[in-house]
């Protein structure tokens, strides 16, 4: 039997190009290992980087909040860490609490849903928590005075207990001590903290845009409120001081349309003007308070 004189050159094509194959396989594979590798070293930090922006993202939504309520009714004797929201509460879902004492540390998770971010979450997946500072009464505390805290509870350590399933986005389990550590026993405590100082919110405070001319008259009539006595009456008779006068002329201007120009002119008339005790005179005060 003859063979075809290019059968070993047949053969010597199909072992060039099994070998080939070999190779790319095995470049392939070993492209896969490294990208695999690569992604695995760099996941931890990948994960940090998201949440120190969580943490920013949670200190920055907290400071515009307290400075978009403290511009829209700023309170004598008050400052913009009052308007700081309460954390929130082991069973409200992202919600702040309506009331927190104003003169004690309060810690919770933080208000995601209050201040509209979604659910911040650690390196850890965990939820981020929030540390609120007792009010401070004017004068304002020095700049560098901390006022709240984001922390960033990090994996659960030794002695922590935190349910696996839980209801809501961050679920309902509200014990500080199994996210959150104040001092540092071993072993060391594994919070990540950014805080917020009385200058960041002063300085946004600043920022606030100019009142309108309803807001500034209605805060001039509110400044003469002392208790239940009225400091734009000029005594002895019923007559009201010249600025007080301007400040509800203002209020009813057609052209301001101010919504509290009923209840401007009811301040500064009796029986208002002589004792702020009756019912209208208190809703008056409610409606320049919001005007």
């Not at 920055?60 to 400075?67: E, K, R, S, W, Y």
């Not at 997946?125 to 990090?154: F, H, I, K, M």
């Not at 100019?210 to 008259?217: F, G, H, I, V, Y």
Request: net charge positive.
């Amino acid at each position: 039997m003859n063979l075809p004189r290019n059968l070993p050159c047949r053969r010597h094509r199909q072992r060039g190009a099994a070998l080939l194959a070999l190779v790319l396989l095995a470049v392939v594979g070993l492209v896969a290992f490294m990208l695999a590798t690569f992604q695995n070293e760099h996941r931890p930090q990948k994960r940090q980087q998201t949440q120190q922006r969580h943490l920013a993202e949670g200190r920055d939504a907290l400071v515009a909040f307290a400075t978009q309520q403290w511009c829209s009714s700023p309170q004598p004797g008050q400052t913009p860490q009052w308007r700081l929201p309460c954390p929130a509460g082991a069973n409200s879902d992202g919600n702040a609490l309506g009331a927190c004492s104003s003169t004690a540390r309060q810690t919770g998770r933080l208000p995601w849903r209050t201040l509209v971010t979604g659910p911040l979450r650690d390196a850890a997946a965990e939820c981020l928590w929030y540390e609120r500072e007792p009010n401070q009464v004017s004068p304002a505390p020095p700049p560098d005075t901390v006022v709240a805290r984001v922390l960033a509870p990090g994996p659960a350590l030794q002695g922590q207990s935190r349910p696996g399933s839980q209801n809501g986005a961050c679920g309902n389990h509200g014990v500080a001590g199994d996210y959150i550590e104040r001092t540092a026993p071993p072993p060391m405590p594994n919070d990540s903290i950014l805080e917020i100082r009385y200058a960041d919110l002063q300085q946004a405070a600043t920022a606030c845009p100019a009142a309108s001319a309803c807001t500034s008259n209605a805060q001039t009539l509110l400044s003469n409120v002392s208790g239940n006595s009225n400091n734009c009456r000029v005594p002895p008779g019923n007559s009201v001081s010249a600025s007080c006068q301007a400040a509800a002329n203002a209020l009813t201007d057609p052209a301001n349309a101010c919504s509290c120009a009923t209840e401007a002119q009811q301040f500064v008339n009796p029986p208002c003007i002589n004792n702020l005790n009756p019912p209208q005179c208190q809703a008056a005060i409610t409606a320049l308070q919001s005007c």
